[in-house]
């Protein structure tokens, strides 16, 4: 089993940048597939991006192409989400997850498919 902590959400401009992070201990994160989701007040959860186990592949929501980017640091055992050229609607608590199953090459973009989830961090942009 593995636990995920999110970090690095807060206030921000439109326009502003802000890197979360998500930190996993009991398990090495080379074992899974990773995501970022996101939740805002009276929506669903909405897929982010996501990175596979091995070669980083990824895959982004249409939303956020070109303007967010995650990445892995094995070493770490840390998982990245940059957001740059932020926006009042990516306001929202954002989730990091890990998918076990995930082959290795994969980078799921479906929550039900993920095993583990971390408790979110708040992001607010400001227009």
């Known amino acids: 089993q593995v636990q995920l902590v999110e970090s690095g959400g807060g206030l921000v401009q439109a326009g502003g940048s802000l890197r979360l992070s998500c930190a996993a201990s009991?398990?090495?994160?080379?074992?899974?597939?990773m995501g970022w989701f996101r939740q805002a007040p009276g929506k669903e959860r909405e897929f982010v991006a996501a990175?596979?186990?091995?070669?980083?592949?990824?895959n982004y929501a249409d939303s956020v192409k070109g303007r967010f980017t995650i990445s892995r640091d094995n070493a770490k055992n840390t998982v990245y989400l940059q957001m740059n050229s932020l926006k009042p609607g990516d306001t929202a608590v954002y989730y990091c997850?890990?998918?076990?199953?995930?082959?290795?090459?994969?980078?799921?973009?479906?929550?039900?498919?993920?095993?583990?989830w971390g408790q979110g961090t708040q992001v607010t942009v400001s227009s």
């Open positions: 009991g398990h090495t994160l080379t074992s899974y597939a």
């Open positions: 990175i596979s186990r091995s070669l980083d592949f990824t």
């Open positions: 997850a890990a998918d076990f199953a995930a082959p290795v090459t994969v980078a799921t973009t479906e929550g039900a498919q993920y095993d583990y």
